[in-house]
């Protein structure tokens, strides 16, 4: 079974939205959860992460537009994504992580992602 089963990529046009959802095999309400991205010939990198409290943070790259979310009962982690730029184009994967002295540290797993893909 997938630890982490990403979901809502697609194709859209630049200005467009998506919202991308990651069901979790176990629960979550312990942990910080990050969503990282990976662009073509570039290394992943973390957009969002939200910590077990709540407390949220962005890269600067999608701060204003994207928005993380979670709901612990439903072991889902949400990103809604809005006015898309075609360098908003990657792969999407969620991470299980910890929060600690300010900062995400993600762990190990991963998923299969879901692509995004912004172009006109």
């Known amino acids: 079974q997938e630890r982490f089963v990403e979901s809502g990529g697609g194709l859209v046009h630049p200005g467009g939205s998506l919202r991308l959802s990651c069901v979790v095999s176990?629960?979550?309400?312990?942990?910080?959860m990050g969503w990282y991205r990976q662009a073509p010939g570039k290394e992943r990198e973390l957009g969002a992460y939200i910590s077990n409290g709540g407390r949220k943070d962005y890269a600067d790259s999608v701060k204003g537009r994207f928005t993380i979310s979670r709901d612990d009962a439903e072991k889902t982690v949400y990103l809604q994504m809005n006015s898309l730029k075609p360098e908003d184009t990657a792969v999407y994967y969620c991470?299980?992580?910890?929060?600690?002295?300010?900062?995400?540290?993600?762990?190990?797993?991963w998923g299969q992602g879901t692509p995004v893909t912004v172009s006109s």
């Open positions: 176990e629960s979550i309400s312990l942990y910080a």
């Open positions: 991470n299980q992580g910890i929060y600690s002295s300010g900062t995400y540290h993600g762990g190990d797993y």
